[in-house]
């Protein structure tokens, strides 16, 4: 073996599925690569070992990783170790957090090369070259971006243990049209899809090989109607054939684009099959101008408002804090004109300035500062002080714990009454004040603070109890068990909705 892929995943459950395109497209250096992932956390001397028990006596090892914003400071510390107890190593990184600003990166500085972009035929290529020569003269290789049909498809390198215990993440397109300034897909200009028919046919192969939780990629699903409901029959003719051992399907989809003939689609999904993450981002037209997002506010909050009346698809909804140009009034609007329309989750997320991504123009004009380090969030601006991005951050958190987790259903609209996003700040505020914690909260405490919370706004305490108990009364102990971010994937039948769904679905 002279070639090791690997990388760092957020979670066991993330399969990565970039470093299985790599070795799809190996060709006849595939025989000499194996796959190994680790998880965030792990030591690095422990991965720089497990990595070196891959060499083998007298041939070239070629190491390459794939970074990403949420790994690069712990690769970082692996190559590191790596170059200091084997530097004959060749390390070759990939992945859009090594893709721009090449020049003042430490990874970049410690490994032999990078690849930046597409990695599917150049990582090959320069492999090919580092053993057979001659040796690549460039440290920095711009990936060729090859016709999609050229491309392998990944899919069969799924283990049956993937299949079983881990999110298999798909794509059916590369690439999206829209230019959101703080996006890294801006940079795209255009989506590139992948040939329908034989990407379905990978899919049937995962089906019939037992796979029943399948996550879409594509950053706009409801791009092009004709595919997007080709793919909904794909798993609408499984939910038929097989009702009692159904799919669960979840794509990323632009609000302002759902032709009737999507919708029609859309409906037949029973209850826990289908989720949509929808990116709102912001509802204040003079922010969506400034960053360059085209969006239609109307039609976004109508199609939101038909799908969580008209269909069965668990909706997850993402705004950001921070943008140039959003003060905390004209976000706390936008947050209540969301939670009005009733998603299933709000997924509040804070400005980051990824590397590459145009945002970086208003840097100056509306005082956008980042933190240096990963994941590069934005501490302050122009209009929302660092004491306030504070307040959002926690806001976020434990918006997260109360209302996303689906935990207090019932007890949430009585906590947000007729302001969400002032009598959920005031919460926050109050927790945060009285625990000194936005982690580590048992569920049966938070419940407490809750109740301490509602009576200090004047409900009385039996009112309190009786409330809480509507919410999680006996259930407390099972549901603190199960992951709260994360996802049950359990694959027996008829379980393949993840957890978090279910708790909404059920509420
Ligand atoms: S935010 Fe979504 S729509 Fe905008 S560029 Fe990124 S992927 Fe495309």
């Not at 049909?149 to 999110?167: E, V």
């Not at 799908?307 to 668990?314: D, G, I, R």
């Not at 990824?354 to 990963?374: N, S, V």
């Amino acid at each position: 073996m002279t070639i090791l892929l690997t990388t760092l995943n957020a979670r066991y459950a993330h399969a990565s599925l970039g470093l299985r395109y790599l070795l799809a497209n190996m060709g006849a250096l595939q025989a000499q690569t194996q796959l190994h992932e680790f998880v965030i956390g792990a030591r690095s001397t422990d991965v720089v070992e497990k990595i070196l028990g891959y060499r083998q006596e007298g041939e070239k090892l070629i190491v390459g990783f794939g970074v990403y914003i949420w790994n690069v400071v712990e690769i970082t510390q692996i190559v590191a170790v790596l170059k200091r107890v084997a530097p004959e190593v060749v390390i070759v990184l990939g992945g859009p957090e090594v893709s721009h600003e090449t020049g003042d990166q430490e990874i970049i500085r410690l490994a032999d090369y990078v690849i930046t972009g597409w990695g599917d035929i150049s990582f090959p290529e320069l492999c090919a070259q580092i053993l057979n020569g001659p040796q690549p003269l460039m440290k920095v290789h711009a990936g060729k971006q090859p016709p999609m049909n050229d491309i392998k498809l990944p899919y069969q390198l799924y283990t049956d243990q993937d299949i079983r215990h881990r999110t298999l993440y798909v794509e059916a397109s590369r690439g999206c049209p829209f230019k959101c300034e703080f996006c890294l897909s801006a940079l795209d200009k255009t989506a590139w899809p992948f040939d329908i028919d034989v990407f379905l046919a990978e899919m049937e192969s995962l089906y019939q090989r037992g796979a029943r939780l399948f996550k879409f990629v594509d950053r706009t699903f409801n791009l092009n109607i004709k595919t997007s409901l080709k793919i909904m029959q794909f798993f609408l003719d499984k939910l038929e054939a097989a009702p009692h051992d159904p799919v669960f399907a979840h794509f990323e989809v632009v609000p302002d684009h759902l032709p009737d003939a999507l919708k029609e689609g859309i409906q037949k999904f029973p209850d826990g099959t289908l989720q949509f993450e929808i990116g709102i981002q912001s509802f204040n037209p003079a922010v969506q101008a400034l960053i360059s997002r085209k969006q239609n506010n109307d039609k976004a909050a109508e199609n939101i408002r038909w799908l969580t009346t008209q269909s069965h698809a668990h909706l997850h909804v993402d705004l950001i804090a921070g943008l140039p140009g959003e003060t905390m009034d004209s976000f706390a609007q936008g947050f209540n004109h969301l939670v009005s329309l009733k998603p299933h989750e709000i997924q509040f997320g804070i400005l980051k300035r990824l590397r590459g991504t145009p945002i970086i123009r208003h840097t100056e004009a509306y005082q956008l500062r980042f933190d240096p380090q990963p994941p590069y969030t934005i501490l302050a601006n122009q209009d929302i002080p660092f004491t306030d991005m504070q307040r959002l951050v926690r806001f976020a958190r434990y918006w997260d714990m109360v209302a996303n987790s689906g935990r207090f259903a019932n007890t949430l609209p009585v906590m947000l009454a007729d302001d969400p996003f002032a009598r959920f700040m005031a919460f926050s505020d109050w927790i945060f004040a009285n625990t000194d914690a936005t982690h580590r909260i048992a569920l049966d405490r938070l419940a407490a603070l809750v109740g301490q919370w509602l009576q200090l706004q004047g409900m009385s305490a039996a009112d309190c109890k009786t409330l809480l108990a509507s919410d999680y009364a006996g259930n407390a102990q099972h549901q603190q068990g199960s992951s709260h971010k994360g996802q049950n994937l359990s694959q027996e039948k008829g379980k393949a909705t993840p957890q978090r769904q279910r708790q909404h679905m059920v509420a």
